[in-house]
């Protein structure tokens, strides 16, 4: 089964945020929802996404009915993506047609929502989390304030590797985590 995340489902996920008028990115969105599958497997409890990513409050029925089809759906694709081990896990990012400062700034909120989803309601300590999962949240928690800097080339190189341990990242929490599940 591929579950890769499209330029369709980024651009599908955006329009829904869009419609629901929150501020959320559809990047932060999938990052919040990876780091709540990792928090799942630490606490053992599902958490609701709705709660988690708060932009249900003054929305009409439809574009809430929008919105929350659109993050079920992530949230079973990245689960699957996590889960099979084949690599198909990937990050819900503009592509690379967007300008740079755009795609740097999609990556920090992605980091900056996996660390929310992770730690939300406190269900994880990144102090507490095994093996190199402490260090790699540390370094996301660093990677959410990325800027571009002056030089294109290679910052455009720099982004690229970001974007690489960012998703490998992703990986070893959820499989340390798994590990840890008992």
């Not at 890769?4 to 959320?24: C, E, M, P, Q, W």
């Not at 659109?70 to 819900?92: A, G, K, P, T, V």
């Not at 990556?107 to 900056?112: E, G, I, K, S």
Request: glycine share 6%; aromatic share 6%; with cysteine.
């Amino acid at each position: 089964m591929n579950t890769a995340i499209s330029n369709s489902d980024y651009d599908k996920l955006r329009a829904a945020l869009l419609l629901a008028g929150t501020d959320h990115t559809a990047s932060e969105v999938h990052g919040i929802i990876c780091g709540a599958i990792c928090n799942q497997l630490k606490s053992g409890r599902q958490v609701n996404l709705n709660e988690l990513i708060s932009v249900m409050v003054g929305i009409n029925d439809e574009s809430k009915r929008v919105l929350e089809a659109s993050i079920d759906s992530l949230y079973e694709s990245s689960w699957q993506s996590l889960n099979d081990r084949d690599s198909s896990f990937s990050l819900m990012l503009p592509d690379d047609e967007h300008e740079l400062a755009e795609r740097t700034e999609a990556v920090a909120h992605w980091c900056r929502g996996f660390v929310f989803g992770l730690l939300f309601k406190q269900a994880s300590n990144i102090d507490k989390l095994p093996g190199d999962a402490a260090e790699i949240a540390r370094d996301f928690m660093a990677i959410s304030k990325a800027e571009p800097g002056e030089d294109r080339e290679r910052d455009e190189w720099a982004l690229a590797e970001i974007e690489e341990y960012v998703r490998v990242g992703v990986q070893l929490i959820f499989e340390e985590l798994q590990e840890n599940v008992g």
